[in-house]
């Protein structure tokens, strides 16, 4: 079985939590109950319907043993299957006994192309070299040598043989008296698929622009689909009336073609267009989605309308097969085979080779051919007598503890289930061993070891019917893990942070004071802070502290805010607690001149009782405190000149400006022309005439004064 890689489970994790508030440390599930969510898991014997219900899947046989590396056509035989080999260049005929005989070994390395006719005769397209062989009573010859590049596909319609080729485009005839042409000249770089239909008609997929074209009997060709930048890989008529086109981007198909000019239908990234043209008429259909990696189209064979059936995000379409009333469709890059069936994909198969590259007509259901390795298998009219659903790596996000699994299905069915956990995104030798299998519509995961990742494997045995599974819960809680405070800022002095709605000019801004709760006064209450955008404000003597926290487990968490003197050792005094916003505006004025630390605590409290609550801290660094304003030193008055000398205890001097007989303010500049220092010494100009002379200074933390330097301090 392949590894299946852990994943993050959007699509298929439902977090079910008791209470009104989502909270990570409380139970949640794992919850599967969706085609999408169990198609990212491990099918063995099992089958997805169309609602996402898990079944047991009809039998696949594998029929011989290939010894070819690649595979890339095959079609029925009368004797069995005719499959087309590479890399040397090989024939092979498969009987229905699985014995394997070589038709054909041909001097170019690669077969893409066989057909089969009425009586058994086989035909084979080698590449490079565009060589077309005829085989017949075991013998090879060269039919047709098309001096092309490329034979992609062939077709037989009575006594004719159809050539698709590249790397010119051409659809070539072959008659049976002997008669070779080129009947059509198409505008892109490689026909790539053929489909005839009845009456005489022949559908062509190309592949550089995305063509579906329609080529009527007598030679005249439309076109009935432009996808641009895309190649059509399959082709089918269906008994419904409809016929059927696989389209998937260039990069994913075998051709290699060089991109068209840029204009309508050019692959951009963004829009594609559809052109479909009927009786003269061109009508386009935007579709502004980002293409999907191949999609199904169903279209009138007669031409008109083409709709998208089925988009694949994941899976790359190879092949086409209408059978048992429905659309079977062969995938890669996990070798996944599909079936349409009234509008809705069903998985039917899930093989371990990587590409299913022919889905063929056989008794009882489709067989198969892959590649990447090369094998043949039967789908037989028989359901397993057992399956095996395995789920991905279920992420829980943070180690976790495990509960109890529930699941729904069919009246009557008994499955049972075995589970194994880890730490690393991808099952490994790190892993748990799978514990013994249980049954029951609650299976208990006591014994799964905690871990961060979970699989679980769903064990289906042949019932009448088929046990069917829709529905999967699993429980777990997270262990609980600390909070961090990632970041403790300390805005400037001055500055606070208020609702981004606060209008200064029509609301009061004041603090809420008394405050109960302690000295320390704030801004607004807490009620009215709660899940508001914040913007920046000054208000004297006021400081702000603002953090930055995580959870592992998401955890709602609550905060206190504490200080202490810089030199203080042992206790800290609280400033606000129970705090859920991340930051905090206070009234530092009673606070005396000092240095001080602050502390944020994180607490996940609210989410985890019985004691398994976690704190999470951080301490700021030194932060000043200051509420003294800057003091008058010497005043020497020499003439009209007046030299100050102005010192702060604690801060730097930050701004200074003087006024004669009350006009305007002029900036005092400092003798060494930096105001900068805590002590600074100023000249100025007063004149002899003034009678005024104020001296106005303020310090880093915004602490004002004014001094009349004719009569002293003010």
Not at 686 to 700: I, P, Q
Request: charged share 25%; with cysteine.
């Amino acid at each position: 079985m392949r590894v299946i890689k852990g994943i993050s489970w959007f699509l298929m994790t439902v977090l079910v939590l008791v209470g009104a508030e989502t909270r990570a440390s409380d139970v949640r599930f794992f919850s599967m109950n969706t085609r999408e969510a169990f198609l990212e898991g491990e099918l063995d014997g099992v089958s997805i319907g169309a609602l996402g219900t898990l079944r047991l899947a009809n039998r696949v046989a594998r029929v011989g043993e290939l010894e070819e590396p690649f595979v890339f056509a095959a079609v029925p035989h009368p004797a069995g299957w005719v499959l087309a080999t590479g890399n040397s260049g090989r024939v092979l005929l498969v009987d229905r006994e699985g014995v394997v005989s070589t038709l054909l070994e041909a001097s170019e390395p690669t077969i893409f192309a066989v057909a089969v006719d009425s009586e058994g005769v086989v035909y084979a397209g080698s590449s490079p070299g565009g060589v077309v062989y005829r085989i017949a009573d075991g013998v090879a010859e060269v039919f047709y040598q098309s001096e092309e590049t490329y034979i992609w596909a062939l077709a037989v319609v009575d006594d004719v043989l159809w050539v698709a080729t590249g790397t010119q485009g051409h659809l070539h005839r072959g008659d049976a008296d002997g008669s070779r042409e080129v009947v059509l000249d198409v505008d892109d770089v490689h026909l790539r698929s053929l489909e005839p239909l009845a009456g005489g008609n022949l559908l062509i997929g190309t592949s550089g622009k995305g063509l579906v074209l329609s080529m009527e009997a007598g030679g005249r060709a439309r076109t009935l689909y432009d996808a641009g930048l895309d190649e059509v890989v399959a082709l089918e008529q269906g008994a419904d009336g409809n016929c059927y086109a696989a389209v998937i981007g260039s990069e994913t198909g075998f051709t290699e073609t060089a991109p068209p000019a840029a204009g309508p239908g050019a692959a951009t990234g963004g829009s594609a267009v559809t052109v479909v043209e009927q009786e003269g008429t061109t009508v386009t259909v935007s579709d502004d989605a980002a293409e999907p990696l191949s999609k199904v189209l169903r279209f009138p064979c007669s031409g008109g309308v083409i709709e998208t059936l089925w988009t694949f995000d994941e899976d790359t379409i190879y092949d086409l097969l209408w059978a048992k009333g429905r659309l079977w469709i062969g995938t890669g890059q996990d070798g996944k085979l599909f079936s349409l069936d009234d509008g809705t994909v069903v998985l039917e198969k899930d093989v371990d080779e990587r590409q299913i590259v022919a889905v063929m007509k056989d008794d009882n259901g489709p067989a198969l051919a892959t590649t990447n390795a090369a094998a043949l298998y039967r789908v037989l009219d028989q359901p397993e007598s057992q399956g095996i659903y395995t789920s991905p790596a279920l992420d829980a996000g943070e180690l976790a503890e495990f509960g109890t699994l529930h699941w729904r299905g069919g009246e009557g069915s008994r499955i049972r289930f075995a589970f194994r956990s880890g730490m690393s995104s991808e099952p490994d030798a790190t892993w748990s061993q799978w514990g013994a299998s249980a049954a029951g519509t609650e299976v208990s995961l006591a014994d799964v070891p905690p871990g961060r990742f979970l699989q679980f494997r769903a064990e289906m045995a042949s019932e009448s019917p088929s046990p069917t599974l829709t529905e999967i819960t699993v429980s777990y809680r997270q262990k609980n893990l600390a909070p961090v405070i990632r970041k403790l800022e300390v805005l400037s002095a001055g500055q606070v942070l208020v609702p981004a709605n606060f209008n200064a000019a029509s609301q009061i801004f004041e603090p809420v004071s008394p405050n109960k709760e302690g000295i320390f006064t704030s801004l607004v209450p807490e009620r009215e802070r709660d899940n508001q955008r914040l913007k920046t404000l000054w208000k004297r003597g006021f400081r702000t502290l603002r953090w930055e926290s995580d959870d592992p487990n998401d955890d709602e968490l609550t905060y206190r805010l504490d200080f202490r003197p810089e030199d203080a050792t042992g206790s800290w005094y609280l400033i606000a607690d129970a705090m859920t916003d991340t930051y905090f505006s206070f009234d530092a004025t009673v606070l005396p001149d000092g240095i001080y630390r602050f502390r944020v605590i994180a607490s996940d409290e609210a989410g985890n009782g019985n004691g398994r609550a976690l704190d999470g801290e951080r301490t700021s660094g030194p932060v000043t405190v200051d509420h003294t304003p800057p003091v008058l030193g010497s005043v020497e008055h020499q003439g009209g000149r007046v030299r100050v000398v102005v010192s702060d205890a604690m801060n730097a001097l930050r701004q200074a400006d003087y006024s004669l007989d009350g006009e305007s303010w002029v900036a005092a500049e400092p003798v060494d022309g930096l105001l900068d220092g805590r002590r600074e010494t100023f000249e100025i100009d007063a004149g002899e005439e003034a009678e005024l002379v104020l001296f106005r200074v303020m310090d880093s933390f915004f602490n004002l004064t004014t001094f009349d330097l004719r009569r002293g301090e003010r």
